[in-house]
Nanobody, 115 residues
């Protein structure tokens, strides 16, 4: 049974930082590309950042220079360090594992940026 469990969300003031984690089980983590997506209220889910099996990264323009994605294959975990947070970063953040035709999602974690 595949499980992706996100943690680390919460309420933070503008300009603050949060670190999200996603722990995977039931898959061979190291052979999956991993990604973080987000969905704000009333909007479509969008890509935030991805990290490939060998560790290449790509980011949405809106988060470049502020967010950093990383992975630890020994812990089957992918991380998202979020700095200089803005109110428009408020959303539910989802972890995704992708390989070929297989795609798995976590349940999401809420991030709220507000003063």
């Amino acid at each position: 049974q595949v499980q992706l469990v996100e943690s680390g969300g919460g309420l933070v003031q503008p300009g603050g930082s949060l670190s999200l984690s996603c722990a995977a089980s039931g898959i061979s983590f190291r052979i999956y590309d991993m990604g973080w997506y987000r969905q704000a209220a009333g909007k479509q889910r969008e890509l935030v950042a991805i990290i490939t099996k060998p560790g290449s990264t790509n980011y949405a323009d809106s988060v470049k220079g502020r967010f950093t994605i990383s992975r630890d294959n020994t812990k089957n975990t992918v991380y998202l360090q979020m700095n200089s947070l803005k109110p428009e970063d408020t959303a539910v953040y989802y972890c995704n594992a992708y390989r070929s035709l297989s795609s798995y999602w976590g349940q999401g974690t809420q991030v709220t940026v507000s003063s």
